[in-house]
Each structure stands twice: as C-alpha cells, then as structure tokens.
C-alpha cells in the first residue's frame, strides 16, 4: 500500500508487495512514514516511482496523496456514497499534479485518456477528467463535444427504457 511504498522509499529499498494488511498495520506504517518524513533531508531523496521513472520523496509523497484522492473518489462512487471530495484537497492536487503527472501515466499505459470537461467546470471534475475518471453525465458530455467538434450540425436524440433487474412483461 500508500505507506510500505512512501517507507520502502525512505529507507532507500525496493517496496514489498503486502497482502492482508489491518487497519493497524496501515496506521502503524502512517507513524513510521510520518516520522520519516520529519528527518532532514528526506525530501530531497530520490526514489523509483510506481511508473518507473525516479523522482523525489516529496513527489512521491505527493503522488501517494493524488493515489489516495483519486482511488476516494472510486470507492465512494463505485459504493454509491457522496463522491464529492475536499475542495481544498482537490485544488491542492490540481497545483501539484496537472498537466504533467497524469500524461506521464497515459505514457506508461496506466491512465487512460482524458475526458474533456467544458472551460468551466469544477475543480473536481477537471482532477477526475485528467485522471479517465469520469461519471455518465461527465462521459456523455464529452462524446457529444467530440462528436460536434466533427459536425457542428449534429443533432442528438435519446430513448430511454426503464425496468428493474429481473423485470419481465409477465
């Protein structure tokens, strides 16, 4: 996880691959990351990033903080809770992160390619765009910008059946 990778790096070793990690055993590695972190010179140290490429501690702890929004976001979504992530924390990332980190994820294969969003929209939906996230309205909206930037003319229509799982005419 987020913390064996962030130790493994400050302590100039490859990370382990970790299965049946407790909730204990993730705030435990918190502590020691944390306390790594506080040592001099720890920002400064460099390491092999999850897309092969070397960066510093600090990029890498600010990749692990974009890994943790983003994969927030899947899970909420993906759970049907409130998706909607700290304001804070996404204009944060966005400072951090775009352009550059998510093209450099499409260039190793790992991030799909990007949803276009309208000049206005949100913060969020500018962070999740960047990284294929995207929900039906956000993928919809951008297949039709697509679709007009190729025939400004185009007309849409829809038709839509609604059921239950299992339903039948019966």
Not at 47 to 61: H, K, M, N, V, Y
Not at 125 to 151: F, G, H, N, P
Request: proline share 5%; with cysteine.
């Amino acid at each position: 996880g987020s913390t064996g990778y962030l130790l493994a790096a400050l302590q100039g070793r490859e990370p382990a691959l970790v299965t049946g990690a407790t909730a204990r055993d993730y705030e435990a590695g918190r502590a020691e990351v944390l306390a790594g972190l506080a040592e001099p010179g720890a920002l400064e140290r460099t390491c092999r990033s999850p897309l092969g490429f070397d960066w510093t501690i600090e990029q890498a702890t600010a990749g692990t903080f974009m890994d943790n929004l983003i994969h927030t976001w899947d899970l909420a979504t993906a759970t049907g809770q409130n998706a909607t992530l700290d304001a804070k924390l996404v204009e944060a990332c966005i400072a951090m992160f775009l352009p550059d980190m998510p093209e450099r994820g499409r260039a190793s294969g790992l991030v799909g390619p990007e949803v276009m969003v309208d000049a206005g929209a949100t913060a969020q939906d500018r962070l999740l765009a960047a990284m294929k996230r995207s929900y039906t309205a956000l993928e919809y909206k951008s297949i039709v910008r697509r679709l007009r930037a190729q025939r400004p003319d185009l007309s849409l229509s829809s038709d839509f059946i609604v059921g239950f799982p299992g339903e039948t005419d019966a």
